[in-house]
């Protein structure tokens, strides 16, 4: 079983990213109202995308990327990763900057590195419950 607290995302600040803000832990929080389980529904949405989750695992791993190197990694069209980092920066989950002629992006909320960790934490824990029901 994967244990969050003591897994090591070494990405943080070899990016320059802070860690997510503390905040109080879920057993703690008042239960969510209706108006915040949608906008919940809606980042998880989001992030909802093969290519989505692709993209941003490039950036996490490179720092930051221009549309044509997130093409060439993920064997895409540069115009069909525009639209996907459209996507991502109006949820505010990556910035960018420019230099010239080229646009390089890069993830500026680090709560999205962690929860996609913990989403492939919950994928190769299944994955491995599975197996060993199997077996």
Same mark, same amino acid.
């Given at each position: 079983?994967?244990?969050?607290?003591?897994?090591?995302?070494?990405?943080?600040?070899?990016?320059?990213?802070?860690?997510?803000?503390?905040?109080?832990?879920?057993?703690?929080?008042?239960?969510?109202?209706?108006?915040?389980?949608?906008?919940?529904?809606?980042?998880?949405?989001?992030?909802?995308?093969?290519?989505?989750? *692709?993209? @941003?695992?490039? =950036?996490?791993? /490179?720092?930051? &990327?221009?549309?044509?190197?997130? %093409?060439?990694?993920?064997?895409?069209?540069?115009?069909?990763?525009?639209?996907?980092?459209?996507?991502?920066?109006?949820?505010?989950?990556?910035?960018?900057?420019?230099?010239?002629?080229?646009?390089?992006?890069?993830?500026?909320?680090?709560?999205?590195?962690?929860?996609?960790? *913990?989403? @492939?934490?919950? =994928?190769?824990? /299944?994955?491995? &419950?599975?197996?060993?029901?199997? %077996?």
């Amino acid at each position: 079983m994967c244990n969050i607290m003591t897994r090591q995302n070494s990405s943080y600040p070899a990016h320059g990213l802070a860690r997510c803000r503390p905040k109080p832990r879920l057993a703690e929080r008042p239960l969510l109202a209706l108006e915040a389980a949608a906008a919940l529904v809606g980042v998880y949405e989001t992030l909802a995308s093969d290519t989505r989750l *692709r993209i @941003l695992h490039a =950036l996490v791993r /490179s720092g930051e &990327a221009c549309p044509m190197d997130l %093409a060439g990694q993920l064997g895409m069209k540069p115009a069909a990763i525009s639209n996907q980092l459209q996507r991502l920066a109006d949820r505010s989950i990556i910035g960018s900057r420019r230099e010239g002629n080229r646009v390089f992006y890069r993830i500026v909320d680090p709560c999205v590195i962690e929860l996609i960790d *913990r989403g @492939l934490c919950l =994928l190769e824990d /299944s994955t491995a &419950a599975r197996t060993a029901a199997i %077996a």
